[in-house]
């Protein structure tokens, strides 16, 4: 694996390649030893071999080509692709004709059958990106394409295949130091991106997503919802201030200061307390003269004549006979007696 940096000292600056698993910092001061000078564009540049020894220095600080504003951020959309990739024999002759799938290949300068999992692979390429409508080429040597493309050193992959890696990106980002590259990164646009972005993204957003919200969401809302028909007292059928089925202050079917349906008084419940109906005891009972008798259905109230007094009562102390005449099949005449 082969990385390039850009080298300085007081001097002037310089490209520096370094192969295999040798690591180097940006930023720290190194000595090199045994190192491969040659020229490239017209400038000279060095490369490490085998036998180069890479020693760590103290810092010196900054030199005076190493001008942090000298690097500059480009970033567009890519365009188009081209990477190339060769063979190295173990002795870095370059091979023709590698097949990546077979266990040897013949080196032809060598002239020797060498293990394909020993051989070397180089990589060399560039990216179009399109900045602004211009388009930009961008030259990347085989480190930053190993990194940027995540690929490790004995990679089988064929030039299509990288290329089908590059362009599955949508936007490349790079870092460069007049022609020299310093970093580079894929930017896709998904990452910034949201499907559907805003703080809430509730079908029914808000802050009560209920179907009926509100402080109650019973069917029947209001101050008590144990009965189906709600109010401030729903224990009995017919009792309390407000029923069921008949609501207000009275609910009889047959209305008067203290009536229920077939059971009135001040209590309602099936067998009331100090006035009872019809065949059920009390201080008035309908057989049992006492202060008030009704026809059927005794009470401060009767039951088929409402009012405070009956139309046929004769007084406080009377007995209630009834006789149904054939004559008069419309009505009932009630016949009263005095006591004896």
């Not at 008030?292 to 007084?315: I, K, V, Y």
Request: charged share 20%.
């Amino acid at each position: 694996m082969r990385k390039t940096y850009q080298v300085a000292d007081k001097t002037s600056s310089m490209a520096l390649s370094v192969w295999g698993d040798s690591q180097v910092d940006v930023g720290k001061w190194y000595e090199l030893q045994n190192v491969s000078v040659r020229q490239f564009d017209m400038k000279p540049c060095i490369s490490s071999t085998l036998q180069t020894e890479i020693k760590v220095l103290p810092d010196l600080g900054n030199c005076f080509q190493s001008d942090e504003h000298a690097i500059i951020t480009i970033e567009g959309d890519i365009v188009d692709t081209e990477i190339k990739v060769s063979h190295l024999c173990p002795k870095l002759h370059k091979m023709d004709a590698v097949n990546t799938t077979t266990l040897m290949n013949r080196c032809i300068k060598c002239d020797n059958c060498c293990r394909f999992t020993k051989c070397r692979s180089n990589l060399n390429g560039h990216v179009s990106i399109e900045v602004n409508g211009v388009h930009k080429k961008i030259i990347i040597d085989d480190g930053h394409l190993r990194e940027v493309l995540n690929l490790s050193e004995k990679f089988r992959d064929t030039t299509d295949d990288l290329a089908t890696k590059v362009l599955s990106h949508d936007r490349l980002r790079v870092q460069m130091m007049g022609r020299v590259l310093v970093k580079a990164e894929f930017v896709d646009v998904s990452e910034s991106t949201a499907a559907f972005p805003g703080p809430s993204t509730a079908a029914f957003p808000g802050p009560s997503t209920a179907p009926f919200p509100g402080p109650s969401t019973a069917a029947f809302p209001g101050p008590s919802t144990s009965a189906a028909f709600p109010g401030p007292s729903t224990s009995a059928a017919f009792h309390g201030p407000s029923t069921a089925a008949f609501p207000g202050p009275s609910t009889a079917a047959f209305p008067g200061p203290s009536t229920s349906a077939a059971f009135h008084g001040p209590s309602t419940a099936a067998f009331p307390g100090p006035s009872t109906s019809a065949a059920f005891h009390g201080p008035s009972t309908a057989a049992f003269p006492g202060p008030s008798t009704a026809a059927a259905f005794p009470g401060s109230s009767t039951a088929a004549f409402p009012g405070p007094s009956s139309c046929a009562s004769p007084g406080p102390n009377a007995t209630m006979y009834k006789i149904v005449s054939d004559a008069e099949p419309e009505g009932l005449d009630f016949l009263f007696s005095k006591e004896k």
